[in-house]
């Protein structure tokens, strides 16, 4: 599963303003943190699973048959337990070779307890009959961050009211709420084979797991599809997409490769997911374990509750996956795309055998987004994203503190979710990679993989295949970074005394934080040459000495940048200078331009200039940021380099950072440049042309803005966000109040934080409380309160004191509108707390 939203939590803190957790709070985040998660235990096996289902658009039911054939794992048993989650069940039986012999059963917290009709044993199958009708919108249940809701099984549109919205049937099993669709063991150590027959409308294009076998059209305007699935996987990973898709079709090695989408899309499929076929040919040679399945098919459903879903042969994603030709020029999903189909192999075929071992999923799939960027675009672009997962995991911690990533103590399993699952776990298994020499480190996925196929997996049985392949005993690098958390924060100190470099490291991290065993590479730059030196730091603190013949120019400590930690050191300014144009890996490059940005020295402008010919565009446009045109000398300089970017740089992250900085000018001159822009097709451009415009000549601005097209309008939607903060307005309320009605989550994270910037300054009581009501609609409607309200409740707070005290200083109409808004903004905190 790709986690796609989590991290827009944290880049809202940027505009709302937060409040820390109440000791209350973190006493309830603890609360389970004694409870040892053990690995389900297996009573039954599930063997193979059969449906027979159809649907009630109207009630939002599901009226399913279930043959279930299972067999006692080891102990004899003359009982079952299955989870069904929120189901009327009207039938249990035994099939039998006469017929179906009913059962004794009962049914209670979504469980259902079987009396089987005789003791079996190990040796033997038995199969239960199970008529049922599923009511997932009736079933009480709670998503998390990740994952926003948990009832299984979605009806979108289902009466078809919404006209912009299609009408369709989706289902998500990560991580235990299939059982919301049809009985089963529910639980991922658990493995099946599965056969699922879909009675639809004629209309509707139907998905599943497995192969289309048949299509058999009803004579009441129905058409039954059934697909099989012949090699067994977990439950949570069983899917049905029902709706009026588009299929495009591709291969691998005659094996079909398809895209469903929804029809106005279906033209840019192969713009979309075209890179498929090669993603599976190139993770098949590294893993050497071909693609196992019998197809893959990927397919978009709207209002989807996460990123995206590896559902085994059928991956589901959120439609921000899905975007015309236009769009893609403003970026694409690739990585999640990667993410999902890694997830094929680790995660699918090998299936981590408790979410405790979510590592052995989730990092191991955003480690092949890793990997999948480097061969696609070459070793920086590989640095870029594995840099990005360092930062994505640093930046949820503090003083070096974080959970454990096989973690067998957790509040609930939803926890699991997380950067440390993700991030970390996908950099720890680059930075192992690096130690134990690429092929050696294939070569153990691959004996992993083989060892374990198509049953389950755990950290240790990684290590045992590392070991096997290596003869090297793996044990400490798994202690220090599988089964203990936090990480190094490292401070570093260089010195040159005598023709000797020296290099003192203290480990810095919180006391309560283990002390790493970390080797490290270090690159000394003297006299023209670069001399590499490898050390070994295993205590809290260490100096290391080098003889060099000069003083150095830089020392790169960590050159391969494989450390999972931070690093704090005295490098000078003329170290970082030298480093960005002799050192350049990604992450020098980008600490160094960092490093000059925050200085804010002058001499650093050099490498700035410098910086908007790097071949990374994300640096680029951060270089183009950085300068300083109060310079004239740099401005003299920058000016022709920035216009040139602005109108011919392939990337528009990169033309629109350099319309922005341009318009920061002030020059009228540029004024050209930015209403040329509005014409661009890129929405990025345009909106930084509108910016720009709006900065240059306000009222050419808001003429330019009335002009957009509907479509433009709603694609840029943040930045005319953006723009009417400066100028709250009532009449702006209605743009707001269409966002929040009708927008995806992208969009909602685009807008939220600039809309309730707007409500601050807006001083009608009236705009007030529409506009939190408009807010808590859209929470409401995404699922978004694991995202969303503890940011609010801290923007409401610090709002109601910001009221307040206007108010104090105010008097009449001015003071009463002053105070009804903090008594709004004070309803809205209580609202939030009620959740």
Request: hydrophobic fraction near 35%; include cysteine.
């Amino acid at each position: 599963m790709n986690k796609k939203f989590i991290v827009c939590g944290v880049m809202l803190a940027a505009v709302f303003a937060t409040n820390s957790l109440s000791a209350q709070e973190q006493a309830a985040e603890k609360s389970n943190l004694g409870v040892y998660r053990v690995t389900a235990t297996k009573v039954n096996d599930l063997v193979h699973t059969k449906l027979d289902v159809s649907f009630d658009y109207a009630k939002r039911y599901l009226y399913g048959k279930a043959w279930i054939t299972l067999k006692p794992h080891f102990y004899t048993t003359d009982s079952l337990t299955l989870d069904a989650q929120g189901m009327d069940i009207k039938t249990v039986a035994l099939v039998g070779v006469k017929g179906n012999t009913p059962l004794k059963y009962t049914y209670n917290d979504n469980k259902l307890y079987i009396n089987l009709n005789k003791k079996y044993t190990n040796t033997e199958k038995y199969t239960v009959y199970i008529a049922y009708t599923a009511k997932p919108d009736e079933l009480k249940v709670k998503g998390s961050a990740a994952i926003t809701d948990a009832k299984g099984l979605y009806f979108i549109n289902p009466d078809g009211s919404d006209k912009n919205k299609p009408t369709q049937i989706w289902t998500q099993g990560e991580t235990e709420s299939s059982s919301a669709w049809f009985p089963t063991i529910d639980k991922p150590d658990q493995k099946t084979t599965q056969e699922i027959s879909m009675t639809v409308k004629s209309k509707y294009t139907t998905l599943s797991n497995g192969k289309l076998v048949s299509q058999k059209p009803n004579t009441d305007g129905t058409r039954t599809d059934t697909w099989k699935m012949d090699l067994p996987h977990s439950p949570y990973l069983f899917m049905m997409a029902v709706g009026e898709f588009k299929v495009t079709k591709d291969s691998y090695k005659g094996k079909e490769v398809s895209y469903y989408l929804e029809p106005k899309y279906a033209p840019y499929a192969k713009q979309i997911f075209g890179k498929t076929p090669d993603m599976i040919q190139f993770y098949s040679n590294l893993l050497g374990v071909d693609y196992p399945w019998n197809k893959y098919s990927q397919v978009v459903g709207r209002d989807y509750v996460s990123g995206a879903m590896e559902n085994t042969t059928a991956t589901l994603h959120g439609e921000h996956v899905q975007k015309t030709d236009r769009e893609l020029l403003d970026g694409n999903e690739e990585g999640t795309i990667a993410h999902e189909l890694f997830h094929q192999w680790f995660g699918d075929y090998v299936t981590a055998e408790s979410w405790s071992n979510l590592t052995m999923n989730e990092s191991f799939a955003t480690f092949g987004e890793v990997i999948w960027h480097g061969h696609d675009a070459g070793q920086d672009a590989e640095d870029k994203s594995r840099y990005e997962k360092l930062q994505s995991y640093l930046g949820s911690t503090k003083n070096g503190e974080s959970p454990v990533l096989a973690r067998f103590h957790y509040n609930d399993k939803e926890d699991m979710f997380d950067n440390i699952s993700y991030a970390k776990g996908s950099i720890i298994l680059y930075a192992l990679k690096n130690q134990m020499g690429d092929a050696a480190f294939y070569k153990s996925l691959n004996r992993y993989l083989t060892t374990n196929a198509f049953k389950n997996g755990e950290t240790h049985q990684l290590r045992l295949a590392m070991e096997e392949v290596t003869g090297k005993d793996w044990s400490p690098y798994f202690n220090q970074w599988y089964y203990n958390g936090g990480h190094p924060i490292l401070s570093i100190d260089y010195g040159y005394e005598n023709g000797k470099a020296t290099i003192k490291v203290k480990q810095t991290q919180d006391a309560s934080v283990q002390t790493f065993t970390l080797p490290v590479k270090v690159d000394i730059y003297a006299g023209g040459q670069k001399i590499r030196k490898e050390i070994l730091i295993n205590s809290r603190e260490q100096s290391f000495s080098f003889d060099v013949s000069t003083k150095p120019d830089l020392i790169d400590f960590d050159a391969d940048k494989i450390v999972v930690g931070e690093t704090n050191d005295n490098k000078t300014a003329e170290n970082y200078y030298f480093q960005y144009k002799n050192a350049p890996s990604y992450a020098n490059r980008i600490e160094a331009l960092q490093f000059i940005m925050q200085s804010k020295a002058n001499s650093g402008q050099q490498v700035l200039l410098a910086g908007l010919k790097d071949k990374s565009a994300d640096l680029r446009a951060l270089s183009i940021d950085g300068l300083n045109l109060e310079d004239a000398q740099i401005k003299a300089a920058a000016l022709p380099i920035l216009l040139q970017l602005a109108k011919s740089d392939k990337d528009t992250e990169v033309r629109s950072a350099a319309i922005s900085k341009l318009a920061e000018t002030g020059d009228q001159t540029y004024k050209a440049l930015m209403s040329e822009s509005l014409k661009d097709r890129s929405y990025k451009v345009i909106a930084a042309g509108l910016g720009g415009l709006a900065r240059l000549a306000p009222q050419e601005g808001s003429a330019a803005l009335s002009a957009l097209d509907a479509d433009t309008k709603d694609h840029i939607a943040g930045s005319v966000a953006t723009l009417y903060i400066s100028d709250p307005r009532d009449e702006h309320q209605a743009f707001y109040e269409n966002v929040m009605a009708t927008g995806d989550r992208n969009k909602i994270f685009a807008t939220i934080g600039q809309y309730f910037q707007y409500l601050r300054a807006n001083t009608n009581p009236v705009v007030t409380e529409k506009g939190i009501k408009n807010i808590n609609n859209a929470i409401e409607r995404l699922k978004l309160q694991a995202y969303l309200n503890k940011q609010l409740a801290g923007a409401y707070t610090a709002t109601v004191q910001a009221k307040q005290k206007q108010a104090a200083a105010a008097t009449g109409t001015a003071k009463d509108n002053l105070n009804k808004q903090a008594d709004l903004f004070k309803k809205g905190a209580a609202d939030l707390g009620k959740e």
